[in-house]
């Protein structure tokens, strides 16, 4: 009884949010409505410390298992930006995209493994199936370590955790998610999928999406059979509420006692108001089908077999239906209320303020304002915002007191809105990488020189030695140590859940990492190449960048993403798309090292940090010989803060990872010709150069080259920027800035692709040369090579 009343209420509340959107009080609405039925069963076997990975349908499985409420329902659709009221996003998500809080008020964890979660949800389609192979997969480490459960406390209390996904017919068309059920099927992980099929994707069904039409005919081949791995398989009707519960009681206990991932497949589900608010389902569904969104409708169906079953009568069920429905309406009102009155109160402040200075300033006119704010056309911040700032344009140049208050206000105001719109995109927690201490490298007599690949070994093995938490996921990082032999022998030292060889699945590799740091793991993705980050950088940019921003500080995934790139060989083996990096990842840091004891030292920090991070290593650098630190896997060194390499009084080269050396070559020759080059490397893209120190070398030099790895308006327009706009940087300019870039073009392979398609250092002498002889003609004759 309760159960139905459950899946009733979530259905009313799904009535009343698409009310609620076409009537204009809130922005979208996408329901869980004919869903509701199978999630009840779902939630019956859902338990603390398991973790839900799902999409926008799951209202009625949150209310169930608690995790969220109608309260937190209604909040999340009027986009209520505090956190109490909608903490899964402050207002920041669609409705229905669940989260619950990992992190205190600080940004530290909170007892995760004691409590039922619930990963954050995202629009992008299947984007959520990567990481729930990092949430099961998770398990597996916790239930066959007990000192990583012990290194860990609070995350895991023995690895019994099952992780639910939850993905639509059409969802599983993406490419996502068979990567994800190829690799859970491989780990053999306690991954339960749920299939919610309605039959459609917005407008488009099976037969379109689908091989066969059917998920579970499609995967049949996943099916586990003795003697081999797989999933187990099971499909139900998406009404058949007693078949539910046994199915998922069933299956639920074998993916918790023997970490076998599981499909269950739910069909016959229905859409009774449609896709979401935005289209009408009239315009592309048959007669027949929409007859069945009545006529399947998985509420009425349990009605019927609770009546036909005497568990209930008609009569009792309809005196339930009264008393639900008013306590779903009651919880709408009381959530549009709390939305409102503060943005009430702000509306009232201000229409205060306007009017006073009206009094005091009655020349200038603020009467617009004042009646903007009087009726306005919505209650929004925005409509706050705007007319308080346009009327301080109007009261410019006044003194008065009423004038001054309206200013204050107006700067209060918006600096409180940029905390509720932008804040947390980074963590801010006493375990930023940002609050690291930075410790020095220090060398003596004893400190020997090796193989840069054996710096980055030997700070790996003390890293390793050091947290039990740390692991290393990806292709060929095993059993052969990596392909340029950077992990050689740690696997045998540390055992494979350590050093793990992974399929040829960047973006689940991706996921697995994500979905485990979420587990308070501290898992270093490994990415082969640069190159090939692009199969991850959907899920990088959609899931991980933004996962503090969007659960407005209730999540945080201290994912260490490591690759090599800028210089090697050819198409795919040279790449530095370093502007997409930046450009796509806001969120996560990135470092770009230039030799392995800068990775070390960076990754020192990153390792002790809990903020997302992209390393890059210098791809060439492996044999180069470095001095090792007598403080490796020790010494810190601080993001943010570029090194000046080579100090120099006639202009400053700003670059970065593999060009800091050639710009160091480049420098050697330009001072034969008479210019004195300083070069400075900026060490970390994000953040940049935190205390401005580009600039203090321009106000010596007065002249500014930035040397790139990346395409023409790449990275080094962001650097531009940074240190020209940021940085006030043209102040100390008396020559126009210039970059030098690689190629719009890819390298060829060879040796003399990569010379005619990145920076070199003739070019890099030319560039610099040609800034002195604009600025000192007579000292720098014309080279006359073009
Ligand atoms: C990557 C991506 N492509 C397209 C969309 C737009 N979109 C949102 S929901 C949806 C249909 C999803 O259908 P299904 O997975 O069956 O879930 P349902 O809504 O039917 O429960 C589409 C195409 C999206 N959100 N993400
Ligand atoms: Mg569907």
Known sequence: MSDYRLAFRSRVASVSGRREVLTGKAPFGIFGDGKEVAQLAMAKVFRPGDWRSGYYRDQTFMFATGMSDLSQFFAQLYTNTDIAADPSSAGRQMVSHFATRLLDAGGGWTRVGEAMQSAADLSPVGAHMPRSLGLAYASKLYRSDRALREAAPGFSTSGDEVTFATIGNAGTSEGLFWETMNAAGVLQIPLLVSVWDDGYGI??????????????????????????TGFEIRVVKGWDYPSLVDTYADLTELVRREQVPALVHVTEMTQPQGHSTSGSHERYKTKERLAFETTGDPITRMRDWMVAEKIATAAELDAFADDDRKAVESARIAAWETYQAPIKAELDRAQGLIGRAQQESPEVRLADFVAELADPLEISRRVVQSAVRRAAYALRGRDGAAAGALRGFAKEYAAR??????????????????????????????????????????????????DPRLFVMGEDVGKLGDVNLVFEGLQAKYGERRFTDTGIREATILGQG?????????????????????????????????????????????????????????????????????????????????????????????????????????????????????????????????????????????????????????????????????????????????????????????????????????????????????????????????????????????????????????????????????????????????
Do not use: C
Not at 523 to 532: A, C, K, N, R, S
């Open 417 to 466: 809105n940029d905390e509720r719109y932008r804040s947390f995109l980074y963590s801010a927690s006493p375990d930023s990488p940002l609050k690291v201490t930075p410790i020095a490298a220090e060398y003596s007599d004893r400190s020997e020189s090796v193989d840069g690949r054996v710096v980055l070994l030997r700070n790996f093995d003390l890293n390793f030695a050091r």
């Open 203 to 228: 407008s488009v069904p099976n037969e379109y999406q689908t091989i066969k039409s059917s998920i579970s005919a499609a995967l049949a081949g996943f099916q586990r059979e003795p003697g081999t």
């Open 514 to 786: 994500i979905g485990t740091a979420l587990r308070g793991l501290r898992p270093i993705v490994d990415i082969q190449y640069l190159d090939y980050l692009l199969y991850a950088l959907e899920l990088a940019s959609d899931d991980l960048a933004p996962l503090h921003y969007r659960t407005a500080g209730g999540q945080k995934a201290p994912v260490i993403i490591r690759t090599k790139g800028h210089r090697l060989q050819g198409i795919w083996h040279t790449g530095s798309p370093m502007s997409v990096v930046l450009n796509a990842l806001r969120g996560i840091y990135v470092a770009v090292p230039r030799n392995m004891v800068q990775a070390a030292g960076f990754y020192n920090t990153l390792f002790r940090g809990d903020n997302p991070a992209i390393l890059i290593e210098v791809l060439n650098g492996y044999r180069l010989k470095e001095r090792v630190p007598d403080n490796l896997g020790d010494f810190r060194l601080p993001l943010g803060v570029p090194e000046t390499v080579r100090a120099g009084s006639d202009l400053t080269i700003v670059t970065y990872g593999a060009l800091v050396r050639i710009a160091l070559e480049a420098a050697e020759t330009l001072a034969a010709m008479g210019v004195d080059a300083e070069i400075v490397d900026v060490q970390t893209l994000n953040p940049f150069d935190l205390k401005a120190a580009i600039a203090e070398s321009l106000a010596k030099t007065n002249a500014l080259l930035v040397v790139d790895e990346d395409v023409p308006g790449g990275a080094s327009a962001f650097i531009l920027r940074e240190v020209l706009e940021t940085q006030r940087g043209f102040e100390h300019l008396d020559a126009p800035p210039r970059t030098l870039t690689a190629a719009e073009n890819r390298a060829a392979v060879g040796v003399d692709g990569d010379y005619f398609a990145k920076p070199n250092r003739e070019q890099i002498v030319e560039a610099a040369y040609a800034i002195m002889r604009e600025r000192r003609p007579r000292d720098f004759p014309d080279l006359r090579l073009g």
